[in-house]
């Protein structure tokens, strides 16, 4: 059964602060994804990575960075935290190949005020 | 890059009918057509894909079937349940990443 864990699931922090969102995925998946979800605008990519080390940006990158420095986790990093990224973040991670199905983490709720 | 538009953006049905969602999206080079269904406060779930050298696939109640030429691919629900009841996202890839339409909220009446 494939897991995908995040570091917290609900998370409050203050304008300015650097944020790092933390996800672990149990099933040596090569490829793993953090996307942003905001009500009307569904799942946007912010990053992704198909190897250690190795980071593609997505459709929303700005204000983000990621490092994924083990196979198993990808960290979501908001070197500046703004009000404007308050949201729910979701990770997710595949095998590498012709499959592409997708594993989401439960989420984590960001607020910053 | 792809567009991907998904229609309609709610959908309200009585339990034992049928619904439809239909997704349009812009790149040719897309091969790849998944569905997913996100219930309220849970994670999104693979529920049925295709890939583009087939027109229909089928489980159970739910079917995709697919138009490359006019480049869209549609979601069917028969024989509706409250269970059912969920956001449900298009997301057509072509390679690693998927582009995730902006969903739409299936209400199933009992």
């Avoid at chain 1, 570091?7 to 944020?19: A, D, M």
């Avoid at chain 2, 693979?46 to 050298?53: A, E, G, M, Q, V």
Wanted: glycine share 8%; hydrophobic share 30%; proline share 4%.
């Amino acid at each position: 059964d494939v897991k995908v864990t995040q570091s917290s699931r609900y998370l409050v922090k203050r304008t300015g602060e650097k944020v790092f969102l933390e996800c672990v995925q149990d099933m040596d998946h090569e490829n793993m994804f953090w996307y942003r979800q905001d009500p009307g605008l569904g799942l946007r990519l912010i990053y992704f990575s198909y190897d250690v080390k190795m980071k593609e940006k997505g459709d929303i990158p700005e204000g983000y960075s990621v490092s994924r420095e083990k196979k198993e986790r990808f960290s979501l990093i908001l070197e500046s935290a703004s009000t404007n990224q308050t949201s729910m973040y979701l990770c997710a991670s595949s095998f590498l190949g012709e499959t592409y199905e997708q594993y989401f983490g439960p989420g984590t709720r960001l607020t910053v005020t | 890059g792809e567009n991907v538009e998904q229609h309609p953006s709610t959908l309200s049905v009585q339990e034992g009918d049928s619904a439809v969602i239909k997704c349009t999206y812009s790149d040719s080079a897309s091969n790849y057509f998944p569905w997913y269904k996100q219930e309220l406060g849970k994670r999104p779930q693979l529920i049925i894909d295709i890939r583009s050298n087939v027109g229909e696939k089928k489980d159970q109640r739910i079917a995709v079937t697919l138009n490359k030429t006019a480049k869209h691919f549609s979601l069917h629900i028969t024989e509706t349940q409250p269970e059912d009841s969920a956001v449900y996202f298009c997301a057509p890839g072509a390679g690693t990443a998927l582009i995730f339409g902006k969903g739409t909220t299936l209400s199933v009446s009992s």
